[in-house]
């Protein structure tokens, strides 16, 4: 009887078993490095419909974050100002801008400028900002370096994981605020971090949830 | 001399009607060879009938995906229904198919050759259906993939105290076990029809499935090896498998489900209606493809034997959980078993009992137990009593548990039975495909129970 496969048929079982396992690893690391939020998500940075500069504003010209998101302590959300916050300087500074036409008539007619939305959580997650500026985590923890940014962009991947890290181990982030703003971008951890987080565990009983109705009430 | 005479001294014929190796080898393999035109018409219908209702099922799914598991009949305190019922039943069915190519094989049964492949592709088939519902049950088939402890972005990992992860590690290890089994005794029968091949694609297509089988010696022996050592791996499986589908149950604290007698009864209730499908699908394969002289009156007989012992220990269970009930003094096992029997879900109930324990003592008399229409009706009842046993230990628990003031009735609704028809139509599909295009008796195997493989026949 003829032969139907020739010779070399026979090695491609081995090229096939290592081909799997090769195509296996390549597809979980295309996947676990691609997929993930670290690289879907960090790094967003979408235009603005008026280029604002968090650098010039809360940088050089040193204005606190909570001038304009003044409700981030004290409510779930954190507010995006209204354009009538803009207008306290505005209706004097650079009144003629072409770059401030949208704040203006926005000002005027009473419609918000529609931002976009940069730091977006999941609507089965529940998310309170207030607790966690006071519990002592600064702005920069989640938002990195905003007072650097031109345009803000998304430093951190707000993922499930990264979430539980810092629930897990928050001893880093958190500071004591009777020496330090919640809003200072320069704070680094002190050489003794680990002895002010933990009086501050203990002092307000922070006790971050681990257990899965704690965000997905 | 009849194939069911209870001789002591002499065995009775395995394989009738004066085979020799190449008849064998041409009744089973021209079943699968001849070309389309002629495959049974009865085939065709079967196929049209199946696959129009797993396509359904399709179609339901794909609504229950979209709309959410708020399409059955699902309810507080019910939140376990027909899906949960389904998943066990089909589970159960599997069992059969290992118990036979399995357990048989380690005992030397030898009357299993005959059905043993068919046995087992039907316990693919029937872990495959059974695999469906787990994944679509929490209605976010998307996220199936949380069943595995795969490392991910959410940190969340699955819960090893509970036994429905050890679920997801059962079932996927019978289902590959029982592949591997299946494929391993396939190859050479496989070779048989790539060597009886005339088209040059079928050759091509049987020489990749037949992994290169030549039939040498040494080929011959590797292969007894690897046979034996997969029926060894198999053999704890048939135990395991549904002593962990119990565990889901018995783990629970709900009254009913919280019982040590609980895998035990499982096992004995899946290979009992395991045993009914394979019979139900034997009577009619060999009606239909004319396989009388394979599978014989002596292999109907021997599986309503088991299908009598079987039914026997479930029925012993089903007593037991009474008598503890009752011995144990707990007021709300009391309650939940006084419920089963009286209450609102007594019509399932005692169909069951009817169904499970009382048919098969048909099966005494030698009369019926060798009677194609009673066994097939007996199958058949099993089938149903097996399904409806599921139903019972799954809704009646959940739905009077501890508190009187939640309890509930759970009506199912068209979606609920439109896929668990389509279940079934999903199994005969692939069922059909295997009987048409894979030899469904082991052709290599069968040849060595008849005479001729053993010149020194009886001589020892």
């Not at chain 1, 139907?4 to 676990?32: D, Q």
């Not at chain 2, 219908?45 to 199946?50: D, K, N, Q, V």
């Not at chain 2, 995906?65 to 019910?78: D, F, K, R, S, V």
């Not at chain 2, 990992?157 to 396939?186: E, I, K, Q």
């Amino acid at each position: 009887m003829a032969q139907i496969f020739p010779k070399y048929v026979n090695a491609i079982p081995f090229v096939l078993a290592f081909g799997f396992i090769g195509t296996g690893v390549f597809a979980f690391g295309v996947v676990w490095y691609f997929g993930s939020p670290k690289y879907t998500d960090v790094g967003y940075r979408p235009k603005q419909p008026v280029p604002f500069s968090h650098r010039l504003h809360a940088g050089e010209l040193g204005m606190d974050c909570r001038y304009c998101h003044a409700s981030i302590e004290v409510s779930q959300e954190a507010n995006i100002p209204p354009t009538q916050t803009c207008m306290g300087c505005h209706s004097m500074v650079l009144t003629d801008s072409e770059k401030l036409q949208l704040v203006r008539d926005s000002a005027k007619s009473d419609e918000p400028i529609e931002w976009v939305r940069i730091h977006k959580l999941p609507q089965y997650s529940y998310f309170d900002h207030s607790v966690h500026l006071r519990a002592g985590v600064g702005c920069y923890s989640c938002h990195g370096k905003v007072t650097e940014m031109d345009v803000v962009e998304q430093k951190q991947p707000l993922s499930m994981g990264w979430c539980l890290d810092c629930h897990r181990q928050p001893e880093n982030h958190l500071r004591d605020l009777a020496s330090v703003t919640v809003t200072d971008m320069t704070w680094t951890p002190p050489d003794n971090q680990a002895e002010i987080a933990k009086r501050l565990i203990s002092e307000k009983r922070l006790n971050p949830p681990e257990d899965c109705s704690a965000c997905h009430q | 001399m009849s194939s069911t005479a209870d001789s002591t001294t002499v065995r009775p014929p395995l394989i009738s009607g004066n085979q020799t190796f190449s008849t064998i080898t041409q009744r089973i393999s021209e079943i699968v060879e001849i070309e389309v035109q002629k495959t049974p018409k009865a085939w065709f219908i079967a196929f049209g009938i199946s696959s129009s209702l797993a396509g359904g099922m399709g179609l339901m799914i794909a609504y229950l995906l979209w709309e959410g598991t708020g399409i059955w009949g699902l309810n507080q305190p019910a939140g376990w229904g027909w899906a949960i019922v389904n998943f066990v039943f089909w589970v159960g069915i599997g069992h059969a198919g290992t118990l036979i190519s399995a357990i048989l094989f380690l005992f030397r049964q030898k009357w299993r050759t005959s059905i043993n492949r068919f046995a087992e592709a039907m316990t693919i088939f029937a872990v495959i259906c059974a695999g469906m519902f787990p994944g679509i049950h929490v209605g976010r088939a998307w996220v199936a993939y949380w069943m595995f402890p795969l490392p991910n972005q959410m940190d969340i990992w699955p819960n090893f105290r509970s036994p429905l992860l050890w679920d997801v590690f059962a079932v996927s290890t019978y289902f590959t076990v029982s592949c591997l089994f299946w494929y391993v005794g396939l190859i050479p029968d496989l070779a048989t029809l790539r060597d009886r091949a005339k088209s040059g694609i079928r050759k091509v297509l049987l020489g990749i499935a037949a992994l290169g089988w030549r039939g040498s010696n040494r080929q011959w022996s590797n292969y007894e090896k690897a046979y034996l050592i997969l029926a060894g791996l198999a053999t704890p499986l048939v135990l395991s498998v549904h002593t962990v589908v119990s565990f889901d149950f018995a783990v629970g604290i709900v009254p009913g489900w919280h019982t040590t007698i609980f895998p035990p009864y499982f096992v004995a209730g899946a290979i009992f209606s395991g045993f009914a499908m394979v019979m139900t699908l034997a009577v009619i394969a060999r009606w239909i493809y004319k396989l009388e002289d394979f599978i014989t009156m002596r292999h109907l007989e021997n599986m309503n034997k088991i299908m009598l012992l079987t039914g026997m220990l479930v029925g012993y269970a089903y007593a037991c959980e009474f008598f503890i009930s009752w011995y144990g003094g707990n007021p709300y096992e009391q309650s939940i078993f006084i419920n089963r029997a009286t209450g609102p879900y007594a019509w399932a109930y005692w169909t069951m009992v009817s169904c499970n324990v009382l048919s098969p003592q048909i099966f005494w008399f030698k009369k019926c137990r060798t009677s194609i229409p009673v066994m097939f009706v007996v199958s058949i009842l099993i089938n149903i009593g097996m399904w409806f046993e599921r139903f019972v230990i799954t809704v009646t628990s959940l739905s009077q548990d501890y508190l009187p003031s939640s309890w509930g009735y759970y009506i199912p609704t068209v979606y609920d039975v439109g896929i668990f028809i389509g279940s079934f139509g999903l199994f005969l599909t692939l069922f059909l495909l295997f009987l048409r295009f894979l030899p469904m008796i082991a052709i290599a195997e069968v040849k060595g129970v008849i005479p001729e493989a053993d010149p020194h026949h009886y001589d020892h």
